[in-house]
C-alpha cells in the first residue's frame, strides 16, 4: 500500500504515527535490502535502523517526484555502502592480507566437472529466495558489486566512485562473482538432483 502524501507531510512535521506507518510499511523490504550486502542479520537491522534515522531526519528533502519507496531504497542502498567503507577502513592491514587472501581462495565444497552446468543449474529451477541465498554466500567484496550491478543497477562508473574502487575492480570483481555464483549454483542443483 503506497503512502499518502498526507501521512508524508505529517512524518514531515515529525509526526509519531506517521513515522511508525512509513517504518512498518518500508521495514521488511529495507532489511533485504541491508541483508543483501552484510550476511549478519543482526548487523544488517542496525544498518536498516539507522537509515530510517536518515528518512526520517531528511524526509524535508523528499519532494515527491518519485516514489516515497524508491528514495527509501536508496538511502538503504547508501547506508549499507558507507557500513562497509567504514568496515573496510577499520580492517589492520595485517588482517586485510587475510580478507584478500579470502576472496582470491573462495571455491565451493564440491566443485564437479561437467560441460553442462548452465542446464543443470537451469534444470534446478531455484526459487528467488534460494538465488538470495546463494547470492549471500559469495565473498564479501563480489556479493557488494554483484548486488550493486545486478539488482540494484548501477552501471561500474557509479560503483567504482561508491566503493572508492576503480572501474575495472569493479567489472572484474563482478565477472568473478557471477563466475562463483555458477559454481555455487552448480553445486546446489547437484545437491537438489541428489536429494529427489
Same mark, same amino acid.
Given at each position: 500500500?503506497?503512502?499518502s502524501?498526507?501521512?508524508?507531510?505529517?512524518?514531515?512535521?515529525?509526526?509519531r504515527?506517521?513515522?511508525?506507518?512509513i517504518?512498518?510499511?518500508?521495514?521488511?523490504?529495507?532489511?533485504?535490502?541491508?541483508?543483501?550486502?552484510?550476511?549478519d542479520?543482526?548487523i544488517?537491522?542496525?544498518?536498516?535502523?539507522?537509515t530510517?534515522?536518515?528518512?526520517?531526519?531528511?524526509?524535508?528533502?523528499?519532494?515527491?517526484?518519485?516514489?516515497?519507496?524508491?528514495?527509501?531504497?536508496?538511502i538503504a542502498?547508501?547506508?549499507?555502502?558507507?557500513?562497509?567503507?567504514?568496515?573496510?577502513?577499520? *580492517? +589492520?592491514?595485517?588482517?586485510?592480507?587475510?580478507f &584478500?587472501?579470502?576472496?582470491?581462495?573462495?571455491?565451493?565444497? /564440491?566443485? @564437479?566437472d561437467?560441460t553442462?552446468?548452465?542446464?543443470?543449474?537451469?534444470?534446478?529451477?531455484?526459487?528467488?529466495?534460494?538465488?538470495?541465498?546463494?547470492?549471500?554466500l559469495?565473498?564479501h567484496?563480489f556479493?557488494?558489486?554483484?548486488?550493486?550491478?545486478?539488482?540494484?543497477?548501477?552501471?561500474?562508473k557509479e560503483?567504482a566512485?561508491?566503493?572508492? *574502487? +576503480?572501474?575495472?575492480?569493479?567489472k572484474?570483481? &563482478?565477472?568473478r562473482?557471477?563466475?562463483?555464483?555458477?559454481? /555455487?549454483? @552448480?553445486?546446489?542443483?547437484?545437491?537438489?538432483k541428489?536429494?529427489?
Amino acid at each position: 500500500m503506497p503512502i499518502s502524501k498526507k501521512i508524508i507531510d505529517k512524518c514531515k512535521t515529525n509526526d509519531r504515527d506517521a513515522q511508525k506507518l512509513i517504518f512498518e510499511t518500508y521495514a521488511s523490504q529495507v532489511l533485504a535490502i541491508c541483508v543483501r550486502y552484510v550476511k549478519d542479520v543482526s548487523i544488517a537491522e542496525d544498518i536498516m535502523q539507522e537509515t530510517f534515522i536518515t528518512v526520517f531526519l531528511k524526509i524535508s528533502q523528499f519532494k515527491g517526484t518519485g516514489a516515497l519507496g524508491g528514495w527509501i531504497k536508496r538511502i538503504a542502498v547508501n547506508t549499507s555502502l558507507m557500513h562497509i567503507r567504514e568496515a573496510k577502513k577499520s *580492517i +589492520s592491514s595485517n588482517n586485510l592480507e587475510y580478507f &584478500l587472501k579470502e576472496e582470491e581462495n573462495y571455491e565451493p565444497e /564440491i566443485i @564437479y566437472d561437467i560441460t553442462n552446468k548452465k542446464g543443470i543449474i537451469e534444470q534446478a529451477d531455484f526459487s528467488s529466495q534460494e538465488m538470495m541465498d546463494a547470492i549471500t554466500l559469495l565473498p564479501h567484496g563480489f556479493r557488494t558489486v554483484f548486488n550493486l550491478y545486478a539488482i540494484e543497477g548501477y552501471k561500474h562508473k557509479e560503483i567504482a566512485k561508491q566503493l572508492e *574502487i +576503480s572501474i575495472g575492480t569493479s567489472k572484474s570483481q &563482478l565477472l568473478r562473482a557471477r563466475k562463483k555464483l555458477q559454481q /555455487i549454483l @552448480y553445486t546446489k542443483a547437484i545437491e537438489k538432483k541428489k536429494n529427489k
